[in-house]
C-alpha cells in the first residue's frame, strides 16, 4: 500500500493480491452551487473494510451515498468523475440504480426497521425479487439473521414486531435485511453513533466477521472504531482526501500535518 496525500494528487495504490472492488475516479459533486466533493480518488479490494473518518461536514457521508447513487435522491447533486464498481461504471446509463443497490448495500446511522414482523423485515428484500417458496424464504431469513449474529436471540419471536427489539438489535436485524439480498458490498454510514457501548462492541465484531464474505465501507467519527475494524483509511476534510493508507500506518505515521493533528485531536 502506498500512502498518498491531497498535494501530491494521486491514487492510492491497492492491495496487488486482492480484486479492487470499488475505484472511484477524480469524483467531484455539487449541492447546488456548492462543492461538497473535490477530485476523490480511492481504491477499495474485495473482503476489506475500508474506514473514512474526518470532521463533520466533510464529505464522508456524501461519498458513500455516492457509492449506491442514493445521494440522487436531492435534487441539486450534480455529479462528475467516475466511480466502477468492479470496471462497470455506476452511473451508465445501462446501469440501473435497482440493480447497483442489489449488489452494494447500505446500513444507516440509525436503525430503521420497517413496521413489520422480524421476518418480515428479512423476506422483504428477497420477495421484492421474486422469491415466494415459504421454505426458501425460511432459510434466507435465518440464514441472515445468524451472519447478523441476531439468530439466537429472536428465533422464538421472529414473528414479533421489529419495533420490539432494542436499538442494538435493530441495527444487526437491518445489517440481516442488507444480508438478505446477498450484495458485495456494504456501506456503514456511522451505524453505531445511535447504540450504546456494549451494542457497538457486537456491531463492531460482526463487521470483523463480515469482511470475510463482503467489502466493507464504514463511515465513523470515532477514530478508535477505525483503528480497531478497518483494514485501511480516508481521511476527509472540506472534500477532499487529506491521506488514504493502510489504518496501521495512517494511524502511527500519518503523511500529512493535517492527518496527524486530526487524529491527535488538536482540530474536529
Known amino acids: 500500500m502506498i500512502r498518498i496525500s491531497e498535494k501530491e494528487g494521486t491514487a492510492v495504490v491497492a492491495d496487488a493480491k486482492r480484486e479492487i472492488v470499488i475505484d472511484t475516479k477524480a469524483l467531484n459533486l455539487w449541492y447546488g452551487q456548492d462543492q461538497a466533493l473535490k477530485n476523490i480518488s480511492l481504491q477499495m479490494s474485495e473482503k476489506q473494510v475500508t474506514a473514512i473518518i474526518g470532521p463533520s461536514g466533510c464529505g464522508k457521508s456524501t461519498y458513500i451515498k455516492t457509492l449506491n447513487r442514493m445521494v440522487e435522491m436531492n435534487p441539486l447533486v450534480r455529479i462528475n468523475g467516475q466511480i466502477l464498481f468492479k470496471q462497470r461504471d455506476i452511473f451508465h446509463r445501462n446501469y440501473s440504480v435497482e440493480e447497483l443497490r442489489t449488489q452494494v448495500g447500505m446500513v444507516f446511522q ?29 432459510e434466507i431469513v435465518e440464514r441472515s439473521l445468524k451472519n447478523a ?27 440481516a435485511r442488507t444480508l438478505s439480498i446477498e450484495p458485495e458490498v456494504i456501506l456503514m454510514d456511522e451505524p453505531t453513533s445511535a447504540l450504546d457501548p456494549i451494542s457497538t462492541l457486537k456491531i463492531e465484531e460482526l463487521v470483523q466477521e463480515l469482511k470475510k ?11 478508535q472504531q477505525a483503528a480497531r475494524v478497518s483494514d485501511q483509511t480516508a481521511f476527509f476534510l472540506n472534500g477532499e482526501v487529506v491521506e488514504f493508507n493502510d489504518t496501521v500506518t495512517l494511524f502511527s505515521n500519518p503523511n500529512d500535518q493535517r492527518t496527524e493533528d486530526y487524529i491527535t485531536g488538536r482540530f474536529g
Open 110 to 138: 440509525k436503525p430503521n426497521p420497517f413496521p413489520k414482523s422480524i421476518y418480515e423485515n428479512v423476506a422483504y428484500g428477497p420477495r421484492i425479487h421474486g422469491i415466494r417458496k415459504k421454505k426458501l424464504l425460511d
Open 149 to 175: 449474529a441476531l439468530w439466537d436471540e429472536v428465533k422464538d419471536r421472529l414473528n414479533e414486531n421489529a419495533y420490539g427489539l432494542s436499538g442494538g438489535q435493530q441495527q444487526r436485524l437491518c445489517i
Open 213 to 223: 464474505d463482503y467489502t466493507i465501507v464504514i463511515v465513523t467519527h470515532n477514530m
